[in-house]
């Protein structure tokens, strides 16, 4: 099937320090695009990966499951530490609990981690009725387009398939369990109105990772897809910031990207 417009996976060349950043659940790159853009503008090597399954239609997703997802941006990473003598993982929703992953299980091999918006869990009715009702019904209402911002589109799926929904909360379980292994240092960001991850996701990341170096900012005026939102100029600097913080090389060799 070819990939919906925007949705292609994005890749750029810079200098020694990579991101590997990664979208969220029904999503596409093109909710990151322009924080991959940004990143890459100020003379960074950034990869930005369209998971299995996604991009394309709901019926292609529903065929895939979490090793899929996790072994995409395994081997971004992977790719990017094969060039890069410094990396970060970063990420959206779904994207933030593959990042969490990522650092969990390559250690030393990830420099920092910055999550938007994580998941830490399936939530409400939907978590006791997936096992039996994936078997019944196909699918259930999207949860895309959670933006404040007027305009603004999220590329992605209209429907959730419940295969795909029910290896989620089993990823998302899994990852709840690695969390005390990330030390790496985390920048977390979260919107305070946020219709799809509730506060309590966040709030359980945040105490159960080992990392010391955390900080924890606040969106006011976003909804779930902030790096679409309102915030988005606040989640790139951020981002930067941290980044240049931990690898003081970034942005001593500028370059304008495309893509």
């Known amino acids: 099937m070819p990939v919906l417009p925007g949705a292609e996976p994005y890749r750029h060349d810079g200098g020694e320090v990579g991101v590997l950043l990664c979208h969220g659940f029904t999503g596409s790159p093109q909710s990151l695009r322009p924080w991959a853009r940004y990143l890459a503008g100020h003379g960074l090597t950034v990869s930005l990966p369209l998971l299995p399954g996604h991009g394309t239609r709901w019926e292609d997703m529903a065929l895939t ?7 995409e941006v395994d081997r971004g990473l992977r790719l990017l530490r094969e060039r ?3 990396v970060f993982v970063a990420g959206l929703s779904l994207g933030g609990a593959l990042a969490l992953r990522l650092a969990a299980k390559h250690g030393d091999g990830v420099e920092g981690v910055v999550v938007v918006n994580p998941a830490a869990e399936v939530h409400g009715l939907s978590a006791y009725v997936l096992p039996v009702a994936r078997h019944l019904v196909r699918t259930s209402k999207g949860i895309r387009g959670d933006i404040a911002k007027e305009g603004v589109l999220e590329t992605g799926y209209d429907r959730v398939p419940l295969h795909a929904a029910h290896s989620l909360r089993t990823f998302l379980r899994l990852v709840d369990g690695e969390l005390p292994q990330v030390t790496q240092p985390l920048l977390l960001l979260r919107s305070v109105r946020d219709h799809v991850v509730p506060a309590a996701d966040p709030a359980r990341i945040l105490g159960r990772v080992s ?3 955390v900080t924890e900012i606040l969106l ?11 915030d988005a100029d606040r989640i790139f600097e951020e981002s930067l910031a941290f980044i240049g913080r931990l690898a003081p090389s970034v942005g001593k060799e500028g370059t304008t990207a495309g893509g």
């Open 65 to 71: 499951r979490w090793p899929d997802w996790y072994g």
């Open 84 to 86: 890069c003598a410094r």
């Open 211 to 213: 990392s010391t170096d």
């Open 220 to 230: 006011e005026q976003s909804y779930h897809v902030a790096t679409l939102d309102h």
